[in-house]
C-alpha cells in the first residue's frame, strides 16, 4: 500500500471546525427576484442550470451553469434569475481566521 501513495504529495494537517447550514436547491423562472440582504455567514451559490444574475456592491456578475460565487459575510447582495434558473445555496461559517481571509480578499 505505501507503494501506492509513494509519490503523494501530503496536505498539511487542518484542524479547524465548519458549520454548514442553510442549504435548498430551487428551480425557479425568469422572474424570479430576491430581494437586497446580507447574512452573518459566507454564501455559496451553484448554478445548476440556466443563468443568475448577482448584484455586490459595485459589482454585476452573471453566473452560467457550473458557475458559483461566494459572498462574505457583511455583503448587501442582491440575486435574480435571468432564464430558467436551478440553484443550489448553502451558508457557511468556519473558526480558520487565515482560510477565511483568503476566501474574502
Known amino acids: 500500500m505505501a507503494k501506492l501513495l509513494g509519490r503523494a504529495r501530503r496536505l498539511p494537517i487542518i484542524n479547524w471546525n465548519y458549520t454548514f447550514f442553510g442549504a435548498h436547491l430551487q428551480n425557479v423562472g425568469s422572474n424570479w427576484d430576491y430581494p437586497q440582504e446580507r447574512h452573518a455567514a459566507f454564501e455559496m451559490i451553484y448554478v445548476v442550470n440556466g443563468t443568475e444574475g448577482i448584484d455586490c456592491g459595485p459589482y454585476t456578475y452573471s453566473l452560467e451553469k457550473g458557475d458559483f460565487a461566494i459572498i462574505s459575510p457583511g455583503t448587501l447582495h442582491h ?27
Open 79 to 105: 440575486v435574480w434569475a435571468i432564464n430558467n434558473l436551478t440553484y443550489f445555496c448553502f451558508h457557511f461559517d468556519l473558526d480558520e481566521p487565515t482560510f477565511e481571509e483568503h476566501l474574502r480578499a
